[in-house]
Nanobody
Framework: VQLQAFGGGLVQAGGSLRLSCAGS????????MGWFRQAPGQERELIAA????????YYALSVKGRFTISKDNAKNTVYLQMNGLKPEDTATYYC????????????????WGQGTQVTVSS
């Protein structure tokens, strides 16, 4: 049972990337899904999340209006479309799955992907 995150890379400021997170041995439909990121020397933070019923997503203020989270239950995959990337978006990005009511708070995520590196050059 695992989550596989991919799609990171090196991009210039202002560019776009789309991260994907696929469930392997794990059906994502009943899970709230989140994207976290961690930059060197900083704590991991929840930047986007969507609940299992695909209702109103959560976005951190730092990414609101630039990033979009979506979930395709048929493909068992969750995505993070990142537009208008800034150097401060440079971090390792992780996807995670939760069945906890506090999914917006970024706590009690049970399954984690391995992380994918995003580097934004100025």
């Amino acid at each position: 049972v695992q989550l596989q995150a991919f799609g990171g890379g090196l991009v210039q400021a202002g560019g776009s990337l789309r991260l994907s997170c696929a469930g392997s041995g794990l059906t994502l439909r009943p899970y709230h899904m989140g994207w976290f990121r961690q930059a060197p020397g900083q704590e991991r933070e929840l930047i986007a999340a969507i609940n299992q019923s695909l209702g109103e997503p959560y976005y951190a203020l730092s990414v609101k209006g630039r990033f979009t989270i979506s979930k395709d239950n048929a493909k068992n995959t969750v995505y993070l479309q990142m537009n208008g990337l800034k150097p401060e978006d440079t971090a390792t990005y992780y996807c995670a799955a939760s069945q906890n009511v506090n999914w917006r708070a970024g706590v009690h995520y049970s399954y984690w992907g391995q992380g994918t590196q995003v580097t934004v050059s100025s």
